[in-house]
């Protein structure tokens, strides 16, 4: 049974309805399962959560690649051949740049020509980090590019013939189901030539306890951070959903490596979203993030499968997590 109706509803603006916010969100709580785009977690409130969780003492994968940023800098800065000369350094969903500062700050002290493009979907973010660097790293060159990653990647191949450097750092790319981890990785090395480098961050396999306390911590923030998603649903498209009545839950599988999050509907609801009434049975999932954890052998043979050549890894201290430098082959 069609659990989406949509009504006549003339006091959504047309602009709303076009969106692609509201297209996603419809098509995504049309489907079965249901689910949303964690993309769209990052709002004003999203951002200011998602910084609690990084701060969080359960949330090992900041620290973990803030260990490998602050102690191999200069391992970092040579693996990325700094020595072959003027290159663009883009960092896709480059957030507060906590990590990637070290990096700049000692290209900047070793009077290495490069320009700092960072791309992120949150211009709030965007425009905290530049003010942030700039303050910071007074002579750093930036240039930030607020959209989609590839999009963007293409923009900013498209201002400069320079070499690039990629950064997808804090195991973003397990922010894919696999089989998009490869198709993502594809598209990537598509849009670069042959010789240019990613360097990509990887969160390993470990003890699944240690992994299923970093996303269920007993604060409650990453709960409130998967909600506040429904918050703004109910804030830019009309919604009016009752947060009270789903609750987060968490899954880790250790084989496949998959941690994924879940909204589930605490009773039969229904509720009005972009126009639209969506229907809720009781214990229903919303599938909202997946976290995917990767071994050794699946970063290898993602890379030769993409076209790149996997160069040099740098672990941390407790070799929980890896930065991984590929060459576009």
């Known amino acids: ?6 009504l006549a509803d003339l006091t959504l603006p047309a602009s709303k309805k076009e969106s692609q916010f509201c297209k996603d969100v419809i098509s995504g709580l049309s489907d079965t399962p249901k689910k949303l785009h964690s993309k769209y977690f990052y709002d004003d409130k999203g951002d200011q ?45 480059a957030g507060d740049a906590s990590k990637s500062k070290f990096l700049l700050r000692y290209l900047i002290e070793q009077r290495i020509d490069f320009t700092y493009r960072p791309i992120d979907i949150s211009g709030h973010i ?3 980090l530049e003010d942030n660097l700039t303050t910071a790293i007074p002579s750093l060159s930036i240039h930030s590019l607020e959209g989609e990653y590839f999009q963007m990647l293409e923009e ?17 790319i397990g922010n894919m189901e696999i089989d998009q981890a490869y198709t993502f990785c594809k598209d990537l090395r598509h849009r670069l030539n042959a010789g240019d480098i990613v360097l990509m961050g990887f969160d390993l ?36 959903l009752d947060i009270s009545k789903f609750s987060h839950y968490q899954h880790y599988d250790p084989v496949t490596g998959a941690c994924r999050s879940f909204l589930v509907s605490l009773e039969n609801q229904k509720a009005m979203v972009c126009g639209n009434i969506v229907c809720f049975a009781e214990n229903e999932l919303i599938h909202m993030e997946v976290s995917q954890k990767f071994s050794r052998d699946q970063i290898a043979d993602l890379a030769m499968t993409s076209g790149f050549i996997n160069q040099h890894y740098l672990n941390d201290t407790n070799n929980w997590f890896t930065d991984v430098i590929w060459i576009a082959n």
């Open 1 to 6: 049974m069609n659990n989406l109706h949509a």
């Open 49 to 93: 959560l998602f910084q609690q969780i990084m701060a969080m003492p359960e949330y090992y994968l900041t620290r973990a690649e803030l260990d490998i940023f602050s102690n191999q800098t200069a391992s970092l800065a040579h693996a990325i051949q700094i020595e072959k000369g003027p290159f663009d350094l883009i960092e896709l969903g």
């Open 126 to 128: 965007l425009k905290e």
């Open 156 to 172: 900013a191949t498209n201002n400069s013939q320079r070499r690039k450097v990629v950064l997808f750092l804090g195991g973003n």
């Open 205 to 240: 396999k470990k003890n699944p306890h240690q992994i299923l306390a970093a996303y269920n911590d007993q604060q409650g923030i990453t709960a409130a951070f998967n909600l506040n998603l429904l918050t703004r649903i109910n804030r830019e498209l009309e919604g009016n």
